[in-house]
């Protein structure tokens, strides 16, 4: 079945020392986000890729990367995790191909990350 | 004001009643319009895309009010597994997505 696969599930980390986490997509959708949620909060985008075109949101820390290699992966890098970066992590793909930003989101599981 | 708010909740239902969530967004340019289900623990699945001329699908009714720049849900005949956070999301144009912080839904046997 096509789908978002994001690993690992889950993710402890020490602070301040960097981390990665995978998503990958069999949807062959142009677009892929990343979502950080909190406890009992809304996800937040944090950036996205059209193709190979990245946009980061305002308000996402310097601390937080993308690549997205190819149109299969995307990765999201934290540089220094903090104790505040402790979130699920959610991995998105829409198709989007007129671009007209309208396409519904299909989540991969969620990378939950710990920072010790 | 938030971009997207929704009611607070949680609602508390039994089994076979009709409840009602609403959503209301800021941005008069948004340009499309979903609800999503979020289980515990888990990733957001898509429930409904929701049309300016308003869609069912099966139990759940979707709305649109440009005007008012509202949404809502409605699902009748409330079952055990409809027990979820129930996320509004607005997409503001340019890929900007926002999503509500969510309404719990809680159905009792």
């Known amino acids: 079945d096509a789908m978002v696969i994001q690993n690992p599930r889950y993710q402890v980390t020490q602070f301040g020392k960097p981390v990665t986490l995978s998503c990958s997509q069999t949807l062959n959708h142009n677009v892929m986000y990343w979502y950080q949620q909190k406890s009992s909060q809304a996800p937040k985008l944090l950036f996205h890729y059209y193709d190979k075109d990245f946009n980061n949101e305002a308000d996402t820390p310097d601390n937080f990367q993308s690549r997205r290699p190819n149109t299969s992966f995307c990765f999201l890098d934290i540089r220094s995790p903090g104790l505040g970066d402790a979130a699920m992590y959610l991995c998105a793909t829409s198709r989007d191909e007129g671009g007209l930003a309208g396409d519904e989101q299909y989540f991969g599981p969620g990378t939950r990350l710990t920072v010790t | ?109």
Do not use: H
């Not at chain 2, 005007?67 to 509004?88: E, G, P, V, W």
């Open chain 2, 1 to 109: 004001r938030k971009e997207v708010e929704q009611d607070p909740g949680p609602f508390n239902v039994p089994e076979g009643a009709t409840v009602a969530f609403n959503c209301t967004y800021s941005n008069s340019a948004s340009q499309s319009f979903f609800w999503y289900r979020q289980d515990c623990r888990k990733e957001p699945k898509l429930l409904m895309s929701v049309y300016s001329s308003g869609n069912e699908d099966g139990r759940f009714t979707a709305q649109l009010n440009r005007a008012s720049q509202y949404i809502s849900l409605l699902i009748r005949d409330s079952k055990l597994s409809d027990s979820a956070t129930y996320l509004c999301v607005v997409n503001g144009g340019g890929f900007k997505t926002i999503f509500g912080a969510g309404t719990r839904l809680f159905v009792k046997a």
